[in-house]
């Protein structure tokens, strides 16, 4: 069993950061995907961006390249999503998830991960 709990979520002006961050259990870690959705009402989940376990490769959301990063300290097992330059449209809740085990459906999907968190709500006013 994995657990996952984000934080930094809250309320900023266009153009300005957030840090969301999520802590991860399980003895693991270092070898899970990692990966960051968003959310509106009545909307999908949205992927924004997942880091990779071995090698820590990076991908992205189309919509946020060149203004997230996403980042891992394996160390303290947590997963970090720096926002820059932050849009109204921007504003979701955002959840991390993780991919423990093999799963056939891509890490851009949201059934490619087998553990979410509560999610942390992003809020960018313009």
């Known amino acids: 069993q994995v657990q996952l709990v984000e934080s930094g979520g809250g309320l900023v002006q266009a153009g300005g950061s957030l840090r969301l961050s999520c802590a991860a259990s399980g003895r693991a870690f270092s070898s899970y995907a990692m990966g960051w959705f968003r959310q509106t009402p009545g909307k999908e989940r949205e992927f924004v961006a997942v880091i990779r376990g071995s090698g820590g490769s990076t991908s992205y959301a189309d919509s946020v390249k060149g203004r997230f990063t996403i980042s891992r300290d394996n160390a303290k097992n947590t997963v970090a999503l720096q926002m820059n330059s932050l849009k109204p449209e921007d504003t979701a809740v955002y959840s991390c998830?993780?991919?423990?085990?093999?799963?056939?459906?891509?890490?851009?999907?949201?059934?490619?991960?087998?553990?979410w968190g509560q999610g942390t709500q992003v809020t960018v006013s313009s």
């Open positions: 998830a993780a991919r423990t085990r093999p799963i056939a459906t891509p890490l851009t999907r949201f059934g490619g991960y087998d553990y």
